[in-house]
């Protein structure tokens, strides 16, 4: 019994039915997904002096993150 190499094994079908299944899934929740509008972050005040360095939230999490 000598099995050609151009045979569709079972194994390769049922993977081959799993992937078209998980891209039939995929393609049916994509409409569904829709953008959210991303919410304007306030602009601050020019600094009177100069410079531009502001101590925002997003540095202290930086600062926060880096502590050894």
């Avoid at 569709?8 to 081959?16: E, H, P, T, V």
């Avoid at 994509?30 to 509008?37: A, C, D, I």
């Avoid at 997003?58 to 880096?66: G, L, R, S």
Wanted: hydrophobic share 45%.
């Amino acid at each position: 019994m000598s099995s050609s190499p151009s045979r569709l094994s079972r194994r390769m079908l049922f993977a081959g039915a799993g992937s078209v299944g998980a891209l039939a899934a995929a393609v049916s929740v994509l409409p569904l997904v829709k953008s959210v509008p991303q919410a304007a972050a306030p602009a601050l005040p020019k600094p009177e002096k100069g410079g531009g360095y502001v101590l925002s939230d997003h540095v202290k999490h930086y600062y926060k993150t880096a502590l050894v």
